[in-house]
Structure formats: C-alpha cells, structure tokens
C-alpha cells in the first residue's frame, strides 16, 4: 500500500529510531541530509527518503547551533511533528549523527584555539618559530608568516640521543651498545639517555605555567618517537596539576621528525578543548537520549571516529574529507577502474583531490603555517572560488587569491562587495537572477543585483581597455573588448588557475590526467565543470543530484577508522622480514579490538596494513600497502618506479613505520552503481526541451563566439534516460549546472552524467586567436607558462636521487624563447632566477649552427653564465622544422663535484679549479646518445688533474641527478609541444614576446614612481664584504622609467672565492625588482628589459675566468640584495649570508677494509631586515637569494654522528629601531667522532646596516668550542671563512646575524 505522504514509518513498521543525519558544517553554510525509511511506491521501490536542509551556519538571531537546528528541520520533515527551538531536540527517531566541522580548521585559520604552551627539550625553544626556516612566498619582502600557536614555552633540561648513525658505512653492530646508559627504543633503534631530568624540577616548572591560567598543554621532546619515557613522565605530573588536556608527541604522532611532530602536538592542545567544548554545547540541546546515539565525527583521513576519540588534529580537513568518500562510493566502479578527479569548488575556494580504487594519503602538510604530521586525505586547495576577487594587474587578468568571502561577498549580494567570480558568471547568464534564492538586501528578500555587477564590470573594462590600447604601437589597432569578452575571460583564467593543482595531483604521481573521469561537486562547481574537463583534456564528467551537499551526504557512506602507528628503524631483509610482519599484526589486532568495542562485529571490520618505506640516504618515503602477491619491496619498488620514474637496485630499503588501518562498515553501499546503470538506460534525447516537464525558460547565455539560446531545466523534473544536449542550465535547488556546448548530460537516478562530445579537429590548432596582444589569452598563456615550468620542476624532484635537489630543493626550472630570453621560471631558488638567461645565451652562440635535434647541453663555468661550479645547467634546445624555436633548462646544486674538499664549498679556495669540475659548455647528449664517457671524463678526471683535487665523491647519484635534469626538459618539450598545438607556434612566440614587454611595463612603472620620489633619479648605496672589498651602486632613473645600475667603484677581483660571475649581479637585480612590483608579475626577461648595468671588468663583480666564486654565489649575492634593497630605501640589511656549514668524512680503512666517506651541507637561516613597510623584521628565517630548507634534528642525528645541543633564535641580534631587525639563530653542534668541518659565512666582521635611522644587526659569530679530557675547554673564533678537523667531544656554535632595523 503506498502511503499518502513521505513521513517516517510508524514504529511499529520499524521507524522508531531509524533516522540517520550527516551534518557538514562549513564556514558559510551548513548542509544536513537525512534518510530514514518510508513505505515503497511503484515509483521509488528503494523505500528510503532522502531530505536536504541547507542553512547558514551563523545566524544567532534564529538559532544558536546551525547543526542541531538542520536536524530540527529534519526530524520535523520526518514526523511530520513540530520540534520546537526553545525545547531539548527529542532524539528517540534518531538512528545516528555522523558530522562534519570547520570548528577546528577556523580557529586554526583564525588563531582562536585554546591557549596553551609548549613544553621541548632544553635549546628548541624556538623550534617552531624557526620550523624548516624557508620562507613561505620568495618575492614577499615582508615574509608574512603566521604565529606559532602557544603561548609559553616550557624548556626541559633532558636529553637522549641515537647510537650510531645511518650514514656509517662500517658494520651495523657498531651502532649498538651495552652502556647501562642506552635502551632499545620502540623502533629498533638504541638510545643513549644523556640526561634524564630533575622531575621535581619539572613539577615546578609545570606549576608556573598552570598558575597562569592555561590549562592545555603539549609535550614533544627530542627522539620522543622512540624513547617515550620522559614524555610520559611529564604527561603524568602534568596531570596531576590539574591541566585538563595534555598532548604527548609519542602518542599523537609516533614518526620521526621534531618539527612536524611538535607543530602537531601543539595543534592538538589548541585545537582539541575547542572541539570538545563545542560537542558538548552540541549535546546540550538533546534530550537525555542524546547518550544512546552513535555519534561519529569525520577525520581528515576520510575515516569517521567516535565523538570521544575525536581530536582537533585529525578534524582540518574533515568537511572536504567527507566529500572525497562521496564522489569515491558513488562514482568509481571496480569493475571500470576509470580513475577519478575530485573537483569541489566551493565559495572561496576549491579543493582537488584523486581517487583510483583507494584513498591515497599524505602525511605531512601545511595548513595555515603549522605542519602537520597525521594521516590526511591528498587533497590540495587553490584560492579560486565563487568568491574569488577578479584584478587587473600588470596587464594580466588575475583571479585571487583574495576573496571577498561571504560578507561583503560578491558585487551582487548587494553589500558593497566587489567583482568575483561568481559577478562573471552572472553576468554571462549562467547564473539567473530569477531562479537563484532572493536573500539579499536589507531585508534579506532582494534577488541578486544584475547592475551593481554590470556597473563593476564596465568600469574594469574601460580601464583594461585603455591600458592595452596605451601598450599597443600605432601600427596595430587595439580591439576593444566588450564587457562579455572580459568576464569570460577571467572564468578561462579562473578555470586555468584551478587545472594547475590537477596536473600536480595527477602527473606528480605518474598518472595520466586524461585517463580520469571528474567528479564535480560543491556550490560553484557545476558552472565550470565542462571548461575545467576541455582544458585538462578530461571527457566526462559526473555531478551527483546532491553534489552541492556531498559532503554530508559522503559522511553517510563512510566507513569507521582507527589507525594504530608504530615507529620503525629496520633494514628490509629476509631475516627483517618476520619481526615486522609480526608487529604489523599485533597493531591489527590491537585496532580490531578497538573497533569491537565500539559495537563491531567481526564480519564488519576490515584491516589494511603499511610499510613506510624509503631508500637508505634518502627522505622520501612511500606508504605501501600489503600485497596480495609478492612482498613489500617489489610493491615498493613498483610504486617507486611510478611515481618517480627509477629505482635503485643496490641501494638498502629502510622500514621508517609500520601502520595498520582498521575499517568498520555499518552499512555497505554498492559503489560505482552509476556505470550499471548507463549500460541499461534507454536513453531519450529531449529534441525540443521546450515540451518536457523540468523546462523552465530559454535564456542568452554567453559562450566563447556569443550569446547563445540556451534551454533551462530542473534537474528534479528530469527522469533517469533523459539526454539533455548543450548548451543548457539544469537547475537543483542547491546549485547550477552548466552544459557547454559540445557536451551532452545523461540523467540517472543518482547523476547527471556530461559527456564531451567528438569534435573535428582543426589542422593547426584548437584555439583561433591572433597574435596580436589580448589580455584574456595573456593571462592564460602566462597561467600555461608558469605551469610548464612547474611540471618540469615536479619532473626533476621526483626522478633525482640526492638530498639536495630531492628534499631541500636546490634547483631551478624555466623556459626561453628561441633567442635565450627567460619567459618562465617556477619559483624555486632566487640566485638562480636572471643567470640562466646569460647560460642560454652563452651557448647559443657558442654552438651557433652546430645544435641538431636531440642535443642537450651542460655548462656550469661562471664565464658562461653559471653562478658557482656545483650549480649544473642542462639546456635543451627545442626544435621545429629544424630550426630552433624554444630552450628549456634546468640548473641543480649537486652534493659534490670534486675539488680541495668534500661537497664542493671550500672556504678556503682561491683558484676555480678548487672548487670541482667546470665546463663552458659540452653536449651530454648529442643527437639523442648520452655521452657517459665525456661525463665521466668531465667529473672524474679532469678536477683530479689538480693538486690536492679529486673528482666527484659521488658520481653515481651526480650522473643519476643529471638524468633526472635531462627528463625534466624533456618534459617541458612535451608540454611545450602540446601548447603549439593548441595555440600555433607563432602565437606561442608572440605570447612569449608579450608576457616579456608586459613584466616590463610593470618594472618601469615601479621605477618612474621611484623617481617621483627621488626628482633627481639619482640613488646610491655601498657596503663591504667582511675583507673590506666594496660594492658600491649608482641608479640613474629616467623619465621614461629606464635605469642605469653602475656598480662602478666596486673592489678588484678578490684573491679568494667571493668573486662573483656578472649573472649573479643580474640575479639580484631582477630579484629586488621582482620583490619591489609587491603584485603578481611573471618573472621574466623584460624585468630586465629597462634595465642597462655596468659592471667595473676584473672588479670581484666580474672576475676573470679562473677567479675562484664559490662564495660569490652564497654570500656575494646575498650582499648586492642588501645593497640595491637599502639604494632603493625599501629594507635594511638582511642577514647577509647563507652560513654554510659542511662536515663529514673522507674514505677511510679498518681491519683491512676500505669504507666510502660521506659529507654533510646545510644553509642556515638569519635576522631578516625590516622595512618601512613592515612592522618588524622575520627572526630565524632564509632571505633574499635562498629558501633551501633545513633538516630536522632528529633527521640529523640519526643520520650523522652529531648532537645538536642548540637550534633557537639570537635574541637581541635584531637591529634596534620603529621597526626591529629579525633576530639570527644559535645552532649548536656536538661532533661524536673526528672530522673536517668547513664554514663559509660572511657579515662576520661589518653588521648588518639599519635604515632611515634603525640599528644594525648583530655581526654573526663562528666558534670552536675544544674539549679536553683533563683540561677546560678552549673557544677559538674561526672568523667567517674556515676548515677545521675536530675531535669528539667538541663543538661547533654558529650564530648567524640578525637583520637591520627601519627608522627611529
């Protein structure tokens, strides 16, 4: 019998208790679904309901909870029975709760967590101030970074350490021992405790702290990841004071690593009270029931917890976490296998996430400068949302990242807000004013306002247009473009700017992007599905009927998660084998039991379980899953050969983790049904849409060529069969769904399904566009540019194999048109940034008519445009009709390339060939043939010809790393093959000659603005290098917004290795340039293009060819960014200096045995200088021309035979003034066994200077601290420049400078 209404069941026909509720609770709105049963009709057999209630999630004059009142709402729509606000929620027709929250992730974003502090091991007190010490954005002058999130720190006096270290090529049974001392910690590895604290000591240390107030507080000590005793000791006196939460780092989060690992706990302890505070604010508006549900909360790892095992760190991303489970249950078939792109496009911006059969975790990100170290969902986040802020900038159409949020909002919220996206596309009638909510006014009653949006657009259109027709030489007219034109314009640069992290997420993991079907979901997402599809060559797409609240709705299909984690040290062997599958299986059983407890039966748990694994020398792991067939190393070796393209045969496997997920399934849910059900759909073609039920209107849309008639649809009235062909809008009461032409929708039950229909491929191209320059097509192209350069960048880190460009990233990527001019550079390393130009150049004409297809070239000589000899550039022409139409390149520092001294950075060098290998360029590969034998020669044989020299110390991982540079231009000639055939190659050309003169517009206006400032034009400044050489810089500035840099006056050529190569000098000079524009520019050679610069011959700025520069590169240039930063009045001087820091060991023999030697290199961050527009200089971070990243301490002194005693900020070292200098760092070192270590430093003898009247820096500082067994230590100065041989026991303490102050 059907039943006359859609109410609940009685309870006599099973109702009672049978409504289940997920609940999304976003920053703008929250989304409720709830199912529960009702009687079967001949139309819906399924004999379930589904409702939707969508609601804002602030709205305090109606309701005080969003979530509790969309389960109101619910259970009203259920019963049919009222369930008054002012009244506890009955909750006896309530089954389950399952919930999504941005609580945590806003007061993250926010800073509004729970205050509480810190407690570390004795001289890290600021080791999350300082972090990894690279600088979020390079061209940010101010490096804005976000506060740490504790409010005291608590520095224990204790101290354990590692026996042994990785990096000991002798026999593993000498990393152990039977001291009394040392203990087997949980990972295997051996634990020498140095220092156990005074506890009482502790107690009182504690006890101040809780007589503050704070009441949260979070534990990470060093090596806590294996030896947890006096982190649980701590925990226990803490608790017996009185804190009412207390986070233990070996608890939360047992992986090496300090820095993550405390980012994390201390994220825990702020974050977690909140959310306890919240869920029982929550419960209290329940009746006494509200005990008697089962209530879940979404993890970020896309697995629910009970609400009593549900901490803040696991709940960041736990809203888009519920979304990627939405789109993977409903979406993917087993049995099609057809991978899935996630695309949820939200109000302010969009995540992207990848699903191929499994959930694919990361764990170790960054949200909101705090790292994070637990498992998450991949999902990545750019900021383009419906509201996205739309610019003009610099000749470029730019889309966020700012967004206008939801107040003001957009133009037509009718707050004041200002143009978005969500404007463009309301303008182009894909969003209609008639059938979007009338919520808007001051009576909350008003329909969206069409002319506030128009009015906003004419006027940013009459200012693009006058600006290009003021570019434009006379010869060629500028064509107007219209309001229409503009606005679709920036949704195709909107659109770009979102297929960026795609391509990441996809291609960075060896998948083809064009193998996947996208799944589209979010507000804002339907109206860019199809273009977002076109551009990343993607031919369907999926929107589920409830894609705008998938989210809840995905919480509804999730599966209940614990994860338990153990930390590893173990070489993968037969005999390893055993022993680690063994504990894999205790940590299984340990997680069933826990789900079990929960109410699970056997039948409904699942166990998966994981190596993280990785090669010996090397920080990137895997996470590899069981295997069916075969073992772990060959699924690693598999995963390995994917993702980065090689493996590495004789090189150890190391088992850092071992990790068991274990699942429990409340309800099973057939996924992928939407693929059963296309194969059986009779589909019916709506001809004339006009005559079906779900039409609504034909309205003018706008499309690439015009306006086009396009039919509007409900997608509620639609039936399963239904082919909807575009252009058409189909309509949900929730969001808007575009069909573009050439695309057509099939409906299902459960999805609208596009899908790309075949067009005829042009001969040329699939864009017609002129050559003539247009903002829209600018602002792609300079979008593809930049991306291109980007993949090649993912290309070179994924397939090398050394430290230094795979984990601290020390290369640079980049494109140049045929004549050598830098068109693209992917963010990477400053110094790098105007010198590959002059290696380009160099070659081209030193090849001239001699390069052939297939040619790659290698030049590292400072003479031909290299900065210093461990920096390798490998150029690959790129050629069309055999005639050179493109160059990519790519330059890596590499470890060691020969020379006086081990890693190539001899402090002490005063001839080029001291410093390794050089070449003014040879071909590495000729016509497609690798030339081994000429490298080898290069690398081995020609640095070993000098005295004292020798070559590479590792020329297996240099050859390996230079492979990988010859595979990352390859792939910048595929990607750039690809764009010609899309654009034509003659509009690449132009495009690349436009993006040039547009950065150049830019640059001269920012120095006309200088000159108005300074009327003469004239500026000037100098400083010196710690042996008195001189730079010193005159800047003549026209009228027309030219510049003439003169470095004359500048000191001789240096007998020493501060020499640096004229490139350098460009480098700083398009760096500071770049920094000083403070908007987005594409960094390119037009920068430099109103620039002339004169640099003295045979001056230490230009020196001759066999000058050593070593230096030049990491110290010399750090010092001319001083130098043009403090002429231009913008910033006091930085720290001046990169520190470099190499130690290690040369091949040595016992017993009869030879073993390899092994070298150790690190930057060190410094005082950041302020600015007049800045409030205080950055304290312990890298400026100016690095960003390299440093390791962390347990990373080190598991690997070397170190103790770092000190790693904390200089405080005091900042210069004085209205705004203060940055402070330098302390970074203290222990060496455990006799060794060479080598420092190359500067600002060691002259301080920073201060500006406009603030104080210098602190001069940095450099000691040797001799210990004795029966005498007192002896402290030398080693002064900047040194190699010394140091004996156990001993110290190294570096103190870098701190940054200048600005004003008094």
């Given at each position: 019998?059907?039943?006359?209404?859609?109410?609940?069941?009685l309870?006599?026909?099973?109702?009672?208790?049978?409504?289940?509720?997920?609940?999304?609770?976003?920053?703008?709105?929250?989304?409720?679904?709830?199912?529960?049963?009702?009687?079967?009709?001949?139309?819906?057999p399924s004999?379930e309901?589904v409702v939707?209630?969508?609601?804002?999630?602030?709205?305090?004059?109606?309701?005080?909870?969003a979530?509790?009142e969309?389960?109101?709402?619910?259970l009203?729509?259920a019963?049919g029975?009222?369930?008054?606000?002012?009244?506890?929620?009955?909750?006896?027709?309530?089954?389950?709760?399952?919930?999504?929250?941005?609580?945590?992730?806003?007061?993250?974003?926010?800073?509004?967590?729970?205050?509480?502090?810190l407690?570390?091991?004795?001289?890290?007190r600021?080791?999350l101030?300082?972090?990894?010490q690279?600088?979020?954005?390079?061209?940010?002058?101010?490096?804005?970074?976000?506060?740490?999130?504790?409010?005291?720190?608590?520095q224990?006096?204790?101290?354990?350490?590692?026996?042994?270290y990785?990096?000991?090529?002798r026999?593993?049974?000498?990393?152990?021992?039977?001291e009394?001392?040392?203990?087997?910690?949980?990972?295997?590895?051996?634990?020498?405790?140095?220092?156990?604290?005074?506890?009482?000591?502790?107690?009182?240390?504690?006890?101040?702290?809780?007589?503050?107030?704070?009441?949260?507080?979070?534990?990470?000590?060093m090596?806590?990841?294996?030896?947890t005793?006096h982190?649980?000791?701590?925990?226990?006196?803490?608790?017996?004071?009185?804190?009412?939460?207390?986070?233990?780092?070996?608890?939360?989060s047992?992986?090496?690593?300090?820095v993550?690992?405390?980012?994390?706990?201390?994220?825990?302890?702020y974050?977690?009270p909140?959310?306890r505070?919240?869920?029982?604010?929550f419960?209290?508006?329940?009746?006494?029931?509200?005990?008697?549900?089962?209530?879940?909360?979404?993890q970020?790892d896309?697995?629910?917890?009970?609400v009593?095992?549900?901490?803040?760190?696991?709940?960041?991303?736990?809203?888009?976490?519920?979304?990627?489970v939405?789109?993977?249950?409903?979406?993917?078939?087993?049995?099609?296998?057809?991978?899935?792109?996630?695309?949820?496009?939200?109000?302010?911006?969009?995540?992207?996430?990848r699903?191929?059969g499994?959930?694919?975790?990361?764990?170790?990100?960054?949200?909101?400068?705090?790292?994070?170290?637990?498992p998450?969902?991949?999902?990545?986040?750019v900021?383009?949302g419906?509201?996205?802020?739309?610019?003009?900038?610099?000749?470029?159409?730019?889309?966020?990242?700012?967004?206008?949020?939801?107040?003001?909002?957009?133009?037509?919220?009718?707050?004041?807000?200002?143009?978005?996206?969500?404007?463009?596309?309301?303008?182009?009638?894909?969003?209609?004013?008639?059938?979007?909510?009338?919520?808007f006014?001051?009576?909350?009653?008003?329909?969206?306002?069409?002319?506030?949006?128009?009015?906003?657009?004419?006027?940013?259109?009459?200012?693009?247009?006058?600006?290009?027709?003021?570019?434009?030489?006379?010869?060629?007219?500028?064509?107007?473009?219209?309001?229409?034109?503009?606005?679709?314009?920036?949704?195709q640069?909107?659109?770009?700017?979102?297929?960026?992290?795609?391509?990441?997420?996809?291609?960075?993991?060896?998948?083809?992007?064009?193998?996947?079907?996208?799944?589209?979901?979010?507000?804002?997402?339907?109206?860019?599905?199809?273009?977002?599809?076109?551009?990343?060559g993607?031919?369907?797409?999926?929107?589920?009927?409830?894609?705008?609240?998938?989210?809840?709705?995905?919480?509804?299909?999730?599966?209940?998660?614990?994860?338990?984690q153990s930390p590893?040290?173990?070489?993968?062997?037969?005999?390893?084998?055993?022993?680690?599958?063994?504990?894999?299986?205790?940590?299984?059983?340990?997680?069933?039991?826990?789900?079990?407890?929960?109410?699970?039966l056997?039948?409904?748990?699942?166990?998966?379980?994981?190596?993280?694994?990785?090669?010996?020398?090397?920080?990137?792991?895997?996470?590899v899953?069981?295997?069916?067939?075969?073992?772990?190393?060959?699924?690693?070796?598999s995963?390995?050969?994917?993702?980065?393209?090689?493996?590495?045969?004789?090189?150890?496997?190391?088992?850092?983790?071992?990790r068991?997920?274990?699942?429990?399934?409340?309800?099973?849910?057939?996924?992928?049904?939407?693929y059963?059900?296309?194969?059986?759909?009779?589909?019916?073609?709506l001809?004339?849409?006009?005559?079906?039920?779900?039409?609504?209107d034909?309205?003018?849309?706008?499309?690439?060529?015009g306006y086009?008639?396009?039919?509007?649809?409900k997608?509620?009235?639609?039936?399963?069969?239904?082919?909807?062909?575009?252009?058409?809008?189909?309509?949900?009461?929730?969001?808007?769904?575009?069909?573009e032409?050439?695309?057509?929708?099939?409906?299902?039950?459960?999805?609208?399904?596009?899908?790309n229909?075949?067009?005829?491929?042009?001969?040329?191209?699939?864009?017609?566009?002129?050559?003539e320059?247009?903002?829209i097509?600018?602002?792609?192209?300079?979008?593809?540019?930049?991306?291109?350069?980007?993949?090649?960048?993912?290309?070179?880190?994924?397939?090398?194999?050394?430290?230094?460009?795979?984990?601290?990233?020390?290369?640079?990527c980049?494109?140049?048109?045929q004549?050598?001019n830098?068109?693209?550079?992917?963010?990477?390393?400053?110094?790098?940034?105007g010198?590959?130009?002059?290696?380009?150049?160099f070659?081209?004409?030193?090849?001239?008519?001699?390069?052939?297809?297939?040619d790659?070239?290698?030049?590292?000589?400072?003479?031909?445009?290299?900065?210093?000899?461990?920096?390798?550039?490998?150029?690959?022409?790129?050629?069309?009709?055999?005639?050179?139409?493109?160059?990519?390149?790519?330059?890596?520092h590499?470890?060691?390339?020969?020379?006086?001294?081990?890693?190539?950075?001899?402090?002490n060098?005063?001839?080029?060939?001291?410093?390794?290998a050089?070449?003014?360029?040879?071909?590495?590969?000729?016509?497609?043939?690798?030339?081994?034998?000429?490298?080898?020669h290069?690398?081995?044989?020609?640095?070993?010809?000098?005295?004292?020299?020798?070559?590479?110390?590792?020329?297996?991982?240099?050859?390996?790393?230079l492979?990988?540079?010859?595979?990352?231009?390859?792939?910048?000639?595929?990607?750039?093959?690809?764009?010609?055939?899309?654009?034509?190659?003659?509009?690449?050309?132009?495009?690349?000659?436009?993006?040039?003169?547009?950065?150049?517009?830019?640059?001269?206006?920012?120095?006309?603005?200088?000159?108005?400032?300074?009327?003469t034009?004239?500026?000037?400044?100098?400083?010196?290098?710690?042996?008195?050489?001189k730079?010193?810089l005159?800047?003549?500035?026209?009228?027309?917004?030219?510049?003439?840099?003169?470095?004359?006056?500048?000191?001789?050529?240096?007998?020493?290795?501060?020499?640096?190569?004229?490139?350098?000098?460009?480098?700083?000079?398009?760096?500071c340039?770049?920094?000083?524009?403070?908007?987005?520019?594409?960094?390119?050679?037009?920068?430099?293009?109103?620039?002339?610069?004169?640099?003295?011959?045979?001056?230490?700025?230009?020196?001759?060819?066999?000058?050593?520069?070593?230096?030049?590169?990491?110290?010399?240039?750090?010092?001319?960014?001083?130098?043009?930063?403090?002429?231009?009045?913008?910033?006091?001087?930085?720290?001046?200096?990169?520190?470099?820091?190499?130690?290690?060991?040369?091949?040595?023999e016992?017993?009869?045995?030879?073993?390899?030697?092994w070298?150790?290199y690190?930057?060190?961050?410094?005082?950041?200088?302020?600015?007049?527009?800045?409030?205080?200089?950055?304290?312990?971070?890298?400026?100016n021309?690095?960003?390299?990243k440093?390791?962390?301490?347990?990373?080190?002194?598991?690997?070397y035979?170190?103790?770092?005693?000190?790693?904390?900020?200089?405080?005091?070292?900042?210069?004085?003034?209205?705004?203060?200098?940055?402070?330098?760092?302390?970074?203290d070192?222990?060496?455990?066994?006799?060794?060479?270590?080598?420092?190359?430093?500067?600002?060691?003898?002259?301080?920073?200077?201060?500006?406009?009247?603030?104080?210098?820096?602190?001069?940095?500082?450099?000691?040797?601290e001799?210990?004795?067994?029966?005498?007192?230590?002896?402290?030398l100065?080693?002064?900047?420049k040194?190699?010394?041989?140091?004996q156990?026991?001993?110290?190294i303490?570096?103190?870098?400078?701190?940054?200048?102050g600005?004003?008094?």
């Open positions: 019998m059907e039943t006359t209404d859609n109410r609940l069941l309870e006599e026909c099973g109702g009672k208790h049978r409504v289940r509720i997920s609940v999304d609770r976003g920053g703008t709105f929250t989304d409720c679904v709830g199912i529960f049963p009702v009687e079967p009709t001949a139309k819906d004999g309901r939707v209630v969508k609601l804002l999630s602030e709205d305090p004059t109606h309701y005080s909870d979530p509790r969309g389960i109101r709402r619910i009203e729509i019963t029975s009222p369930h008054p606000r002012d009244a506890l929620l009955a909750t006896e027709n309530i089954e389950s709760i399952r919930m999504g929250t941005t609580v945590a992730t806003n007061a993250l974003l926010e800073r509004k967590g729970e205050p509480c502090a407690v570390v091991t004795l001289g890290f600021d080791l101030k300082i972090g990894n690279a600088r979020p954005k390079i061209f940010d002058l101010s490096i804005s970074k976000p506060d740490v999130l504790y409010q005291h720190v608590v224990i006096d204790e101290r354990v350490t590692l026996v042994g990785a990096m000991d090529p026999p593993a049974a000498q990393n152990q021992s039977d009394t001392n040392v203990v087997v910690g949980r990972s295997g590895e051996h634990v020498r405790i140095l220092k156990t604290p005074e506890w009482a000591t502790v107690r009182k240390q504690l006890q101040q702290v809780f007589d503050t107030g704070i009441r949260s507080v979070a534990v990470c000590l090596h806590a990841y294996t030896f005793a982190e649980e000791e701590i925990g226990r006196i803490a608790s017996e004071i009185g804190f009412t939460h207390v986070t233990l780092s070996s608890q939360l047992p992986r090496i690593k300090i993550p690992r405390a980012h994390s706990a201390t994220a825990d302890a974050l977690t909140g959310i505070r919240y869920v029982d604010g419960a209290s508006g329940f009746d006494a029931g509200f005990g008697d549900i089962r209530i879940d909360f979404m970020s896309g697995g629910l917890a009970p009593e095992h549900f901490s803040g760190l696991r709940a960041i991303l736990s809203g888009p976490a519920a979304g990627v939405g789109y993977a249950v409903t979406s993917y078939s087993e049995s099609e296998k057809i991978s899935l792109v996630g695309f949820d496009m939200g109000g302010t911006s969009t995540d992207v996430s699903f191929g499994e959930f694919e975790h990361v764990f170790e990100t960054t949200t909101a400068g705090v790292t994070i170290q637990a998450q969902l991949d999902i990545n986040t900021a383009a419906g509201g996205s802020r739309l610019f003009f900038r610099n000749g470029l159409m730019v889309v966020g990242p700012e967004s206008a949020g939801a107040f003001p909002g957009p133009a037509c919220y009718r707050n004041g807000g200002p143009l978005c996206i969500t404007d463009a596309n309301l303008l182009l009638g894909r969003l209609r004013v008639e059938h979007f909510p009338h919520i006014g001051p009576s909350e009653d008003q329909p969206l306002d069409m002319n506030a949006t128009r009015a906003l657009f004419e006027q940013l259109v009459a200012d693009i247009n006058a600006e290009m027709r003021a570019r434009h030489t006379a010869e060629s007219a500028y064509q107007n473009k219209s309001v229409e034109e503009i606005a679709l314009g920036f949704l640069v909107a659109n770009e700017t979102m297929c960026r992290p795609i391509r990441t997420l996809t291609e960075a993991r060896g998948h083809n992007v064009q193998n996947h079907s996208l799944a589209c979901f979010g507000g804002a997402g339907g109206q860019h599905a199809c273009a977002v599809a076109v551009n990343l993607i031919r369907r797409v999926f929107v589920h009927r409830l894609a705008s609240v998938l989210s809840a709705y995905g919480l509804g299909l999730s599966e209940v998660v614990h994860e338990e590893a040290a173990a070489i993968w062997s037969n005999e390893a084998q055993q022993p680690l599958l063994a504990r894999l299986e205790k940590l299984s059983r340990v997680g069933c039991r826990k789900l079990i407890s929960q109410g699970f056997d039948s409904q748990i699942r166990v998966q379980r994981f190596l993280n694994m990785r090669y010996d020398g090397t920080d990137t792991s895997i996470m899953p069981e295997a069916t067939i075969g073992d772990y190393q060959l699924r690693f070796e995963m390995h050969q994917r993702e980065f393209g090689f493996v590495l045969r004789n090189r150890r496997i190391i088992v850092d983790d071992l068991a997920r274990v699942t429990g399934t409340l309800s099973k849910v057939k996924a992928g049904q939407v059963d059900e296309l194969k059986s759909l009779q589909r019916r073609e001809c004339e849409p006009n005559t079906h039920p779900a039409f609504v034909t309205v003018s849309v706008y499309f690439q060529g086009r008639p396009t039919a509007v649809l997608l509620g009235l639609l039936n399963p069969g239904d082919v909807v062909r575009g252009p058409a809008i189909v309509l949900d009461c929730n969001s808007t769904v575009l069909v032409p050439n695309w057509v929708a099939t409906v299902t039950s459960t999805q609208l399904v596009l899908d229909t075949p067009v005829t491929t042009l001969d040329v191209s699939t864009h017609h566009i002129s050559t320059i247009d903002p097509h600018l602002s792609v192209l300079a979008n593809r540019f930049m991306s291109i350069a980007e993949q090649m960048g993912r290309t070179l880190e994924k397939t090398s194999v050394s430290t230094n460009i795979k984990e601290r990233l020390d290369f640079s980049a494109l140049f048109d004549h050598g830098l068109v693209a550079n992917a963010p990477h390393i400053p110094v790098h940034l010198s590959m130009s002059h290696a380009v150049k070659q081209l004409d030193r090849f001239s008519e001699d390069l052939q297809e297939g790659v070239i290698l030049v590292n000589h400072p003479q031909a445009g290299g900065t210093h000899l461990p920096d390798i550039t490998i150029i690959s022409p790129v050629f069309h009709d055999s005639r050179i139409i493109f160059f990519v390149a790519s330059r890596g590499h470890a060691d390339i020969g020379g006086i001294s081990p890693g190539s950075m001899p402090p060098s005063r001839e080029l060939f001291q410093e390794g050089s070449s003014m360029g040879m071909k590495i590969v000729d016509r497609g043939e690798f030339q081994e034998e000429a490298v080898r290069m690398l081995l044989e020609e640095p070993a010809q000098y005295p004292e020299c020798s070559g590479t110390r590792n020329y297996r991982d240099v050859l390996s790393d492979k990988a540079q010859i595979a990352a231009n390859h792939r910048g000639i595929a990607l750039l093959s690809q764009l010609c055939a899309e654009y034509g190659l003659e509009v690449v050309q132009e495009y690349m000659a436009h993006i040039q003169h547009t950065a150049e517009a830019a640059v001269r206006l920012l120095l006309k603005e200088t000159r108005v400032k300074h009327p034009g004239q500026l000037s400044g100098h400083d010196f290098m710690d042996d008195g050489s730079i010193s005159h800047v003549d500035i026209s009228e027309d917004g030219s510049a003439l840099f003169d470095f004359t006056g500048t000191s001789p050529e240096i007998y020493g290795n501060t020499n640096a190569p004229p490139s350098v000098t460009h480098s700083a000079i398009i760096y340039l770049r920094c000083m524009v403070q908007s987005d520019l594409p960094l390119n050679q037009g920068c430099l293009a109103p620039v002339r610069v004169v640099i003295p011959e045979n001056s230490f700025l230009s020196p001759s060819s066999t000058a050593a520069v070593v230096g030049g590169n990491v110290l010399t240039s750090q010092r001319l960014c001083d130098v043009i930063l403090a002429t231009f009045g913008v910033a006091a001087a930085s720290q001046g200096c990169m520190n470099n820091l190499t130690f290690g060991i040369p091949a040595i016992e017993g009869g045995m030879r073993y390899e030697g070298g150790y690190e930057t060190i961050a410094g005082g950041h200088g302020a600015g007049r527009d800045w409030q205080k200089g950055q304290d312990g971070v890298h400026t021309m690095t960003n390299t440093i390791t962390d301490p347990e990373i080190l002194e598991r690997r035979p170190v103790i770092l005693h000190r790693f904390m900020l200089r405080e005091g070292s900042g210069g004085t003034g209205m705004h203060p200098g940055g402070n330098g760092c302390i970074r070192i222990e060496f455990l066994e006799a060794m060479s270590v080598s420092l190359l430093t500067e600002r060691r003898v002259f301080q920073p200077p201060g500006l406009d009247g603030g104080g210098n820096g602190a001069c940095g500082l450099n000691l040797w001799r210990h004795f067994e029966h005498k007192d230590k002896q402290v100065n080693l002064g900047g040194n190699s010394v041989f140091v156990p026991g001993d110290h303490v570096i103190m870098t400078p701190g940054g200048g600005y004003g008094k």
